[in-house]
């Protein structure tokens, strides 16, 4: 009798279901916050081919994934990215809960009905502004119209969509109430980000950190917030906004760590797991893939990362002039 492989459970108990693969690390968008503008990217060929990404995933679900998101930079701007979602795709209902992606929306009016076509049923959106000046000064490129174009197709095509909005201090945050009301009117959700503290940028991030319990404070002098039980499978803590009729997601990695639960890990468009998003533990996926045996090779690699998976992040921006916790950016983490 053949044993069906273990599932992936961390030395503090944590079942692991859910991964974030990033497919690549460059993005058609410079988000201050997220990069430099001059942003140096990874040689092509360091990059896991579609054909490994596929391996690497369909690894995971044999050992239990249910879920898995995929990130970047930005995915849509991978080259034959489709091909790798539908094959994705096929795995749902077969092993997979739950196919989804994370995008900043610039392609979606390309690509949103073939993400419904191929099994995809939620996306988010990063959004941090539906001022055109303003998006254009956040992310370096005015390119407001296609992102809005992208989220009428997203709709459209039958996609549910929640917006991710950075809280930026002296940036967006006197715009959060309108963004959360648009979102709502538009049947989307809406969630809240701290920023994090990854990778070297030119502006210092203690100068624009809002802790969300403060945005809390001032959302409810003006909305009755309720604590919703929803559970996305991910770190959003939820409440129910009765005067707007949609759900608010807070995502607090700095003022509430969420790590006790924890369900999750990372892989990069290179094959490195990162057993953390904060932390420097990481397993070279890449070489298992390369490897002669690469099936026990990568079974030891997730075996690995179970045991070096840390109990908590050390996010903190509480001085300017930090340095950011880890050197690496978040486009090449996977966001």
């Known amino acids: 009798m053949t044993l069906s492989p273990a599932p992936l459970v961390d030395q503090f108990q944590r079942r692991i279901s859910y991964l974030r693969l990033s497919v690549t690390d460059r993005c058609d968008l410079r988000c201050t916050y997220c990069m430099p503008e001059r942003m140096t990217f990874l040689p092509r060929k360091d990059v896991l081919s579609l054909e490994e990404l596929h391996d690497l995933a369909l690894g995971f679900i044999e050992r239990g994934i249910t879920k898995i998101r995929l990130t970047g930079g930005e995915p849509l701007v991978r080259r034959d990215m489709m091909e790798l979602v539908r ?25 949103a009905d073939g993400l419904y076509e191929a099994g995809v049923r939620r996306i988010n959106v990063s959004l941090d502004t539906l001022d055109r000046a303003r998006f254009q000064q956040l992310s370096r490129r005015d390119s407001l119209p296609q992102v809005l174009e992208g989220l009428a197709a997203a709709k459209a095509a039958g996609l549910k969509v929640k ?76 409440f129910d906004v009765a005067e707007t009729g949609g759900r608010l997601g807070l995502i607090t990695p700095l003022t509430n760590n969420f790590c006790e639960g924890c369900n999750r890990i990372r892989v990069t468009a290179t094959g490195q797991l990162y ?3 904060g932390g420097v533990e990481q397993v070279d996926l890449r070489a298992a893939l390369r490897s002669d045996d690469p099936h026990t090779a990568l079974t030891e690699g997730l075996d690995l990362a179970m045991r070096i998976k840390p109990a908590r992040h050390s996010f903190a921006i509480d001085a300017r002039g930090q340095a950011p916790a880890l050197p690496r950016h978040m486009s090449m983490t996977g966001g």
Request: proline residues 5%.
């Open 275 to 277: 057993a953390c998003l």
């Open 87 to 111: 094959a994705l795709g096929r795995k749902v209902g077969d092993g997979l809960d739950e196919l989804t992606l994370t995008t900043n929306g610039t392609q979606l009016s390309e690509f």
């Open 163 to 238: 917006l991710n909005t950075v809280a930026l201090k002296g940036l967006n945050e006197d715009e959060i109430p309108d963004l959360i009301a648009w979102a709502h009117g538009q049947g989307f959700e809406a969630t809240l980000i701290e920023v994090m503290p990854l990778g070297e940028v030119e502006e210092d991030r203690f100068d624009h950190y809002l802790p969300l319990m403060a945005v809390r404070d001032e959302l409810e002098q003006r909305w009755t917030l309720t604590p919703s039980d929803h559970r996305s499978g991910g770190p959003a803590r939820y």
